[in-house]
């Protein structure tokens, strides 16, 4: 039987996925334990403070990459990538940013398609409903982080990789 890697991406995801149902896998709060989590919605929350606290940040009460890295929503990021992409997605996600005054999710990914590589970039509303797809740059470092932060001055980021 031949696997697509965007099926081995989702049995790795749903892998780990149980795996925190569980408790197994690492903690949460591995890096920094007993620390509370960070709420991003807080006035005057810090980039600094999330890199201090990540992945152990929440959204008005939920847990970020509960919100952000569930199989629908990467699935529907990947999926509006691919539409405006003309083909198959393939690529890996590595960018996640809030940008409070608007209250959307920017999700970045690196992207490989028959042009090349290239940033996709998808603003997502708190729900997982894609709102604009962005491609652009030669990928999300440094050249999509750059298009991001443009189209966002007001972004806190939330996760580089």
Do not use: C
């Amino acid at each position: 039987m031949k696997v697509s890697k965007r099926q081995l991406r989702k049995i790795i995801r749903e892998s780990i996925t149980e795996q925190h149902k569980t408790g197994g896998g690492m903690a949460r709060d591995f890096f920094n334990p007993g620390q509370a989590a960070l709420e991003i919605t807080e006035p005057g929350v810090t980039e600094a403070q999330i890199s201090d606290h990540w992945p152990n940040v929440l959204y008005r009460g939920q847990d970020v990459m509960d919100l952000m890295y569930d199989d629908k929503t990467m699935e529907i990021a990947e999926d509006a990538i691919s539409y405006e992409l003309g083909e198959e997605f393939e690529g890996q996600e590595s960018y996640l940013g809030w940008v409070p005054d608007q209250d959307v999710f920017i999700m970045g990914f690196d992207v490989w398609g028959d042009a090349g590589m290239t940033a996709g970039i998808v603003t997502l509303d708190p729900r997982g409903r894609v709102i604009k797809t962005d491609l652009g740059g030669d990928g999300m470092y440094p050249s999509g982080r750059r298009i991001v932060k443009k189209q966002y001055p007001t972004i806190l980021e939330l996760r580089l990789d």
